[in-house]
Nanobody, 124 residues
Framework: QVQLVESGGGSVQAGDSLRLSCAAS???????MGWFRQTPGKEREGVAG???????TYADSVKGRFTISRDDAKKTLYLQMNSLKDEDTAMYYC???????????????????WGQGTQVTVSS
């Protein structure tokens, strides 16, 4: 089992940047990891995923703007978000999973462990 704690959310203007962090209780190198987001009344959607070998994948809506990375020494997953848009407003969650990372890292069903989320609000 792993505990995940997100931080770094906040209220920003469109075009600004934020970096989200997800501190894990175990080495992040053990897991497939991902960032998801959710707005009221909508399904939680995958934003970015990271396998154990440095491979990454992104939702089309954030490609070129968001970057997922991990620091194994700090047991932390990051999401650098640049050029933020109003539609990026959501609760952001990090997630972790054991096992193979070959299947889609943006599928919610892949993940077993979830953090409590951090709110990101973008206004224009």
């Amino acid at each position: 089992q792993v505990q995940l704690v997100e931080s770094g959310g906040g209220s920003v203007q469109a075009g600004d940047s934020l970096r989200l962090s997800c501190a894990a209780s175990n080495p992040v190198s053990w897991y497939c990891m991902g960032w998801f987001r959710q707005t009221p009344g909508k399904e939680r959607e995958g934003v970015a995923g990271s396998d154990r070998n440095g491979g990454t994948t992104y939702a089309d809506s954030v490609k070129g703007r968001f970057t997922i990375s991990r620091d194994d020494a700090k047991k932390t997953l990051y999401l650098q978000m640049n050029s933020l848009k109003d539609e990026d407003t959501a609760m952001y969650y990090c997630a972790a999973a054991f096992g193979s990372c070959w299947s889609s890292l943006l599928e919610r069903s892949k993940y077993t462990y979830w953090g409590q989320g951090t709110q990101v609000t973008v206004s224009s």
